[in-house]
C-alpha cells in the first residue's frame, strides 16, 4: 500500500534552514483535522476519558483521545511523506514563462529543479537562470509537484500550545539566523515568537493556539 504524499509550505528563509540542516520542526496552528475538514474551535476536553475537543465547519462537536487525534493529523502520522512546495519561478532556456509547463524551476537561491525526469542541479548560479527585472515569482501554494527540490518524512506529531514551546524546540524550528539578524543572541524562545508574529500576524503568540508539532527529517535523494 502506497503512502499518500500530502504538500507542506514554507518561506525562503526556512527552506534554506531545512537544506542547512538546521530545521528538523515545523508548528501549524490546529486549522484542520483529517476527516473533519476545517476546525472553527479547538480546545481541551473536560468529558473524562477525552483529551481535546473541536467543532467542525458544520457547527458540529467531536471529542478526541490523543491518540485518536494525531491520527488525524493533516501531515500525516509518523513515517508519511511531505513534499515543500516554495515560493519558484518556472523557466524554460533561455527565456522565462508565466506558466507551469516549464523546463525547470528557479529558486531564490539560484538552484534549479529539472522537469525531466527527477534531476536536480544544485548549481547556486544564479547566471544559470538569468531573471529579467519583471520577473514574477511564483508563491508557494501554486508550486506543481515536478518543481518540488525537497521530500521530508514524518518522524513525530504531537498537539500542545504555542506558547509550551522550548528551547530545543525553538532551535529545531530554524530560528538561529533570524534571532542573529534581530540580535537575539541565545533567546531562542523570543525569536521564535518574533519569528511566529512575522510570519503569522500581530498577536498570533499572544493568543496561543493549539499547534501541530511536526518533526521531521529530510529524505535524500
Known amino acids: 500500500m502506497t503512502t499518500k504524499e500530502r504538500p507542506i509550505l514554507f518561506s ?113 548560479d544564479p547566471s544559470a537562470c538569468v531573471w529579467p527585472s519583471n520577473a514574477r515569482w511564483k508563491p508557494s501554494i501554486h508550486m506543481p509537484r515536478w518543481a518540488s527540490r525537497i521530500t521530508l518524512q514524518v518522524e513525530a506529531v504531537r498537539v500542545e500550545r504555542l506558547q509550551d514551546i522550548t528551547v530545543a524546540d525553538a532551535l529545531a524550528e530554524g530560528v538561529g539566523d533570524f534571532a542573529t539578524a534581530n540580535n537575539l543572541g541565545g533567546y531562542w524562545t523570543t525569536a521564535f515568537a518574533r519569528l511566529w508574529e512575522k510570519i503569522n500576524g500581530e498577536g498570533s503568540w499572544d493568543a496561543n493556539p493549539f499547534v501541530w508539532c511536526v518533526s521531521f527529517s529530510v529524505v535524500k535523494p
Request: glycine share 8%.
Open 12 to 124: 525562503a528563509p526556512m527552506v534554506r534552514a531545512i537544506l542547512a540542516g538546521r530545521k528538523t520542526m515545523t508548528r501549524r496552528i490546529v486549522s484542520h483535522v483529517a476527516g473533519l475538514g476545517k476546525v472553527t474551535c479547538f480546545d481541551g476536553s473536560e468529558t473524562t476519558g477525552y483529551d481535546f475537543a473541536l467543532r467542525d465547519r458544520r457547527d458540529m462537536w467531536h471529542e478526541f483521545r490523543e491518540d485518536e487525534l494525531l491520527a488525524r493529523c493533516p501531515y500525516g502520522p509518523t513515517g508519511s511523506p511531505l513534499w515543500v512546495r516554495e515560493a519558484f519561478l518556472p523557466c524554460t532556456h533561455p527565456k522565462v514563462v508565466k506558466t507551469n509547463a516549464a523546463t525547470y524551476a528557479c529558486f531564490f537561491d539560484g538552484s534549479q529543479k529539472f522537469k525531466s525526469g527527477e534531476y536536480f542541479q544544485d548549481s547556486k
